[in-house]
């Protein structure tokens, strides 16, 4: 049972574009909501992070909307580039030693 | 250079064969864990362990086998027992046992396995 739903499977923007990535959850003990960037043979990457006190949290172009009462939460790339293109990962963890990943967002940016 | 290096990059196999994948840290992090990541499936944990000469499995651990001996490395052994061994495993580790946004999981490289 997939923990943590994310979508789409895949995206395509146009480069300058908005890239959202989408994710829902039903363990209320979560408290702890990363994003990791994966490009293509290389481990994931810590992208941002939120926690459920704060409803949102920028850092540079990306930013992270959480919505706790619909469990959901997701990813804004504003002004999406070429370099953006990568498997996105939702995560979510409960402060527990494990972290219930997304099955990932392929992004494509075209030029 | 701080960080998880994992090695080889690429393995070739023969079915029926154990093969050892290592993951080695120099981030002094107490916490180390075992992934395996699927096309469309995303990353599902293996093994985890918190601290030296102990570990416990997690939600795919059947076929696997770890060790944590040292506290900067935690090889991972693929057996003849896993039924579908193709994939690309990836080592994390994190400061403490608890993730978090100060003790969050950063990865390895990864190691591409292909059981031929």
């Known amino acids: 049972q997939q923990q943590v739903k994310q979508s789409p499977q895949s995206l395509i923007v146009q480069k300058g574009g908005i890239s959202i990535i989408n994710c829902a959850y039903e363990?209320?003990?979560?408290?702890?909501f990363p994003w990791y960037q994966q490009f293509p043979g290389k481990g994931p990457a810590l992208l941002i992070a939120?926690?459920?006190?704060?409803s949102e949290k920028k850092e540079g172009r990306f930013t992270i909307s959480f919505n706790k009462s619909a469990k959901q939460f997701s990813l804004h790339i504003m002004d999406s580039q070429p370099g953006d293109s990568a498997t996105y990962f939702c995560?979510?963890?409960?402060?527990?030693?494990?972290?219930?990943f997304g099955t990932g967002t392929r992004l494509t940016v075209i030029p | 250079d701080g960080g998880i290096t994992q090695s080889p990059k690429y393995l070739f196999r023969k079915e029926g064969q154990n093969v050892t994948l290592s993951c080695e840290q120099n981030?002094?992090?107490?916490?180390m864990y075992w992934y395996r990541q699927d096309p469309g499936q995303g990353l599902r944990l293996i093994y985890y362990?918190?601290?030296?000469?102990?570990?416990q499995k997690g939600d795919i651990a059947e076929g696997y086998s770890v060790s944590r001996e040292k506290k900067e490395s935690f090889p991972l052994t693929v057996t003849s027992a896993q039924k579908n061994p193709t994939a690309f495993y990836l080592c994390?580790?994190?400061?403490?046992?608890?993730?978090?946004?100060?003790?969050?999981?950063?990865f390895g490289p990864g190691t591409r396995l292909t059981v031929l």
């Open positions: 994390a580790s994190s400061g403490g046992p608890l993730i978090s946004s100060t003790d969050t999981q950063y």
């Open positions: 363990n209320t003990a979560f408290d702890y």
């Open positions: 939120i926690r459920p006190d704060v």
């Open positions: 995560a979510a963890s409960s402060g527990a030693n494990n972290l219930f």
């Open positions: 981030l002094n992090h107490d916490a």
């Open positions: 362990s918190q601290i030296v000469n102990d570990f």
